[in-house]
C-alpha cells in the first residue's frame, strides 16, 4: 500500500510540473519553414528571433479562456495534493481520499476545455504558418489530461489502510 502512495504522490508531483511548463512555455503551435525560421507560439507569447505578445485573430476571448482552464487546472491540482498530503496524516484508517479525488477530476475537466478550446478556437489563428505543427506544450497538455483522469479515479477508490 505503501509503494502505491507513493507512486501516486509521484505521478502527481509530476503532472503538477507538466501542467506548470505546459502553460508557461510558448511552443503550443510551431511552424518550421524551410528558410531555418522556427516561429512558435504558446498561451502567452508568439517568438521567432524575438518574443512578443501573442496575437489572435478574433479570438482573443478564447485564448483567455484557454488561459484560464490552465491556470485553473494547475491551482485545482495543486490543492488536491496540498488536500491529499494532509489527508495521508489526518485520515482514520480505511476512509477514501474522496476529496482530493474529485479536486483531481475538476482538473482534470478544466486541462479538457482549456485544450479542447485551443484546438478548436486557436489553432491555425495566431500566425499564417506555412508548415504548422502542435509543440510539446500541447502535447504534454494532453499527457497531463490522462494523468489527472487516472489519478483522480484512483484517488477515489483507494482506502487509506
Known amino acids: 500500500m505503501l509503494v502505491l502512495l507513493a507512486g501516486i504522490f509521484v505521478v502527481h508531483i509530476a503532472t503538477v510540473v507538466m501542467l506548470f511548463v505546459s502553460t508557461i512555455s510558448n511552443v503550443w503551435m510551431v511552424d518550421s519553414s524551410v528558410l531555418g525560421n522556427n516561429t512558435s507560439s ?3 507569447l508568439q517568438c521567432n528571433t524575438t518574443c512578443r505578445m501573442l496575437q489572435v485573430d478574433g479570438n482573443e476571448a478564447a485564448l483567455k479562456a484557454v488561459q484560464a482552464f490552465m491556470i485553473l487546472s494547475i491551482i485545482f491540482s495543486v490543492i488536491a495534493l496540498v488536500i491529499f498530503i494532509a489527508q495521508l496524516f489526518t485520515l ?9 479525488g474529485a479536486i483531481v477530476l475538476v482538473c482534470w475537466l478544466c486541462i479538457l476545455i482549456g485544450v ?5 478556437r486557436i489553432t491555425g ?4 504558418y506555412i508548415n504548422p505543427h502542435y509543440g510539446y506544450c500541447f502535447i504534454l497538455a494532453w499527457i497531463c489530461f490522462c494523468f489527472s483522469f487516472i489519478i483522480g479515479i484512483l484517488y477515489l477508490v483507494l482506502r487509506k489502510k
Not at 479542447?116 to 478548436?120: A, F, V
Open 116 to 120: 479542447s478550446i485551443y484546438t478548436s
Open 92 to 100: 482514520e484508517k480505511g476512509k477514501h481520499f474522496y476529496i482530493p
Open 42 to 44: 504558446g498561451l502567452w
Open 125 to 128: 489563428k495566431t500566425l499564417h
